[in-house]
């Protein structure tokens, strides 16, 4: 039997993404920060708090401690908020061996610095890693219930990036591979922020045209900011561009939507992240990305406007307004 990998974050993304390589027949382990939820989730063979109905398979153990997951590992995936990337790589920096390989599929960009994780990792770790990240249009419940999901693996290292869609893929769970890490993690961090739009336009009834024009017009400005860091148009075409960005954008198991929906019932901020419970990925996003743009100088109308109305107190129907009353352009640049 393989070795097997360790998967760090027991929220419902890692939970889900562990049940899957188990499922798969990969022996894996299940480690997170609660050692209460561990002990429950080793107790019950589920996670309760997050994935209640989704049974653990056989080859899935739930680790007590960070080193007991990493024990003989060659591979490891991270599972955490952007918030938590760095200092869980901190932490794990000093227990790696040299010959152990690091995925992740955490999405967004840090906070305090605007980095991307592979840059975080990088940082964090030197450059001396095999690095791969995990992207694409996936919601934690359907994984985790084995419907039917595609995503994407990115590494500079075909062959690794091929090894974990070989050891996550089943009949129902389809893997593809690319060696464009910056374009998947773009696509990870900006369709967040034009979900979080899209949920604003939705609750306040602006209609169906203008959800599909905001994702369109969302599309090409994740398209032209990856291509100014050094991405792949193409890639924005695929799994971790176009598809997790209408996913994200159209269903309400996306916490970024359902945000902006709670924003939209005329919700704070605070009251919108108390009440989905979970990181809002896309609130923290779009600041950073603004921030970005500007560096770059880049005109991102629609992420521009979504973050005057989430940081500027701008009127949501204003900016509409704004956006529509732009004079005629060319559609591409």
Known sequence: MSAPIAVLGSGSWGTALAIQFARAGKPTRLWGRDTAQLRDMREQRCNRRYLPDAAFPELLQVAGTLDNALTGVSDVLVAVP????????????????????????TKGFERDTGMLPHQVAHEVLGGSYTMAVLSGPTFAKEV??????????????AAFAMR???????????????????????????KNVIAVGAGLADGLGFGANMRVALITRGLHEMTRLGVAL??????????????????????????????????AR?????????????????????????????????????????????FDGAVASDVVRELMASPPQAEFD
């Open 82 to 105: 952007s918030s938590g990337f760095r200092p869980l790589l901190t932490g794990l920096a000093s227990r790696l061996t040299p010959e152990v390989r690091i995925a992740w599929a």
């Open 144 to 157: 985790g219930a084995g419907l039917p999901t595609a995503m994407v693996v990115a590494s500079s290292d």
């Open 164 to 190: 974990i869609a070989e050891d996550l893929a089943s009949p129902g769970f389809r893997t593809y591979v690319s060696t464009d890490i910056m374009g998947v993690e773009i696509g990870g961090a900006v």
């Open 230 to 263: 050094g991405a792949r148009e193409r890639t924005f075409m695929g799994l971790a561009g176009l598809g997790d960005l209408v996913l994200t954008c159209t269903d309400d198991q996306s916490r970024n939507r359902r945000c902006g929906l709670a924003l």
């Open 266 to 310: 005329g919700l704070s901020v605070d009251q919108a992240m108390r009440e989905i419970g979970q990181v809002v990925e896309g609130y923290h996003a779009a600041r950073v990305l603004r921030e970005v743009a500007r560096r770059l100088q880049l005109d991102l109308p629609v992420c521009e406007g979504i973050c005057r109305i989430l």
